[in-house]
């Protein structure tokens, strides 16, 4: 389905000149439209630069609001930015679009991008527009962090315990619902899969204590083996402790093929345990409130205990060349 012609087709000049009028720089040493974007670079800061792509039909269908695209691509982006407890400072975006594609469909697609980054600290610098078969949206964010507070994924250690902010299973649900028989349901879920709100404040706090960490963008058991490969050791999550969903307002929680689907756009985080308390007053209740959900032992792979008895995770996260099936 072409998205609305109202407004006219999108002309990259146009385009341009729209944006410098709608984007004010405040950071940007340059004007919006120059041939790059120049930051200040604060002392003793490391650059954290991340990309993330939206795909028509796979990761939005075609009659998806603009603006929710928009939202959930700066919001898929900045998330991966949290996961290092970078502070957002920019972000780029590539526009790849079919002939015919209206400006108003680009401009609004444009608007949600900046509603995503609002409050951020991070402006739009540019991008590219180009012509492509099927619509796709490119968002590459950049942020400044402590290089001594990355918790990358490689440093999990034996001993720590495992938290994850929020609940999983969101996405998993969301899935379920854009697959619904129900014309309503359908529409529901397909939104709700594009409404991504990265823990920037929570992977801040993480970031001082935590010996690693990792966004569950692919699900949390993925991000456990993702864990657990980069660092040399076996992760344990703990089925019965999951912060799970509820599959609807006063229902059952979700079960485990859900809560691993992935797009949750959690954290999940390996601590020290005497940092435990610290992080947990840090991050505070709320949304993103902190959950310990197993543990990190000597040993390969990664694990889950159900019933008194472990088992391997399954390989059951989002998987981009491969069939996902609905939860």
Excluded: C
């Excluded at 929710?68 to 290092?84: E, H, I, M, Q, T």
Aim: glycine share 14%; no cysteine; aromatic share 4%.
């Amino acid at each position: 389905m072409a998205p609305p012609a109202r407004g006219g087709s999108v002309d990259e000049r146009a385009l341009h000149a729209w944006l410098a009028r709608r984007v004010k720089a405040r950071t940007n040493l340059l004007p919006i439209g120059d041939d790059a974007a120049a930051l200040p670079f604060p002392a003793g800061g490391v650059l954290v630069a991340t990309t993330d792509a939206f795909t028509e039909e796979f990761h939005f269908l075609a009659d998806a609001p603009a603006r929710a695209v928009g939202r959930g691509l700066a919001g898929a982006n900045l998330s991966d930015l949290a996961a290092k407890g970078a502070r957002p400072v920019g972000f780029l975006l590539d526009l790849l679009l079919p002939d015919g594609t209206s400006s108003r469909w680009t401009h609004q697609l444009v608007d949600g991008v900046l509603d995503g980054l609002r409050g951020t600290g991070a402006e739009l610098l540019g991008g590219d527009t180009k012509p492509a078969r099927a619509r796709a949206v490119v968002g590459t964010a950049f942020g400044i962090a402590d290089r001594r507070r990355l918790a990358p994924r490689t440093g999990a250690r034996p001993g720590d315990l495992l938290v994850v902010t929020g609940e999983v299973g969101r996405g998993g649900r969301a899935y379920a619902r854009s697959h619904a028989t129900d014309p309503a349901v359908r529409a529901a879920g397909a939104r709700e899969l594009l409404d991504i709100r990265p823990r920037l404040r929570e992977g801040a706090k993480l970031a001082g204590v935590a010996h690693a960490m990792v966004d569950t963008s692919d699900g949390i058991a993925e991000a456990g083996h993702l864990l657990a490969g980069a660092s040399g050791v076996r992760v344990v999550l703990v089925s019965d402790q999951l912060p799970r969903v509820r599959s609807r307002p006063g229902g059952p929680k979700v079960d485990l093929s859900a809560a691993f689907f992935g797009g949750d756009y959690e954290l999940l985080a390996a601590l020290p345990p005497p940092a435990l308390r610290r992080a947990i007053a840090a991050v505070g209740p709320g949304p993103g409130a902190l959950t310990v959900v197993g543990r990190v032992e000597r040993g390969r792979s990664a694990f889950l205990e159900a019933e008194g008895e472990r088992r391997p995770l399954p390989r059951s996260g989002w998987r981009p060349f491969a069939r996902n099936e609905s939860p």
